[in-house]
């Protein structure tokens, strides 16, 4: 494990906690869970600090699983009491998810940060697009698809999220409103899924990051404890502050820039890596 000193440390504090404060703040204007916001700007708070980059996207990733622990359990909660999860859905895709959850973890664990980089740039600069580019309303079919591509689906979405450290929701919401899923259904059952992915996520992190080298301070795996501690109540603080701010913007432009927040990211990783 890394060393750092007291400045070091406090100076790791102050970024995660500004990383929780940031990723309230936006998942509240849009909308969207943290982890699509957690990863990048964590992954690029690490990077300034001087962490190694070969664990850079690791830590990222697993930390950010973690807090889905925590922000997750409350949101799907919320969204159950309120009759907003699909729990039919969730009982025919609990075991394909939770399959792509155990092989992406397995993948995730064995691969360079720089292949965990590329995933996520690739999903970002697709999401992205997927914002910009697609009218609300427009659906493939009005409702979901038959065997294997329903499981199918299932399984990509467990798969690919959890080796991007997100939830879930980026990738389940479209996908669902593509069917023609209504958006508030869409959205509590992705909260739910997010707990599918998280809970052996961040085992899977735990696990495969024990004993590497040059991990920052007070990491348990992959997953670092002064983040998990810090970005948790400072995300949950400032959501509110998003929600409010996200009443006096045009919807419109908010999907835009965040839209491009996303592309910036993606590209800036894809530049990282490649060149």
Known sequence: MAD??????????TALLGTGVIAGIIAGLLGVGGGIVIVPVLYHMLLALGVDEQVVMHIAVGTSLATILGTGTSSALAHYRRGGVDVDLLKRWWLPIAIGVVTGSIVGGNVSGNVLSLIFATVALAVALNMILRKDGVSLATKLP?????????????????????????LSVPILTLFSYPIRLAVGTASAIGLLIAVPGTIGAIYYGLGVEARPPWSLGYVNLIGFLLIIPASTLSAPLGARIAHTINPRALKIVFALFLAFTGLRMFYDVLL
């Open 4 to 13: 750092f000193d007291i400045g070091s440390l406090l100076l790791l504090g």
């Open 146 to 170: 038959g065997t294997p591509i329903k499981e199918t689906l299932g399984f990509f979405i467990g798969s690919i999220s959890v080796m991007m450290g997100i939830g879930g929701g980026t």
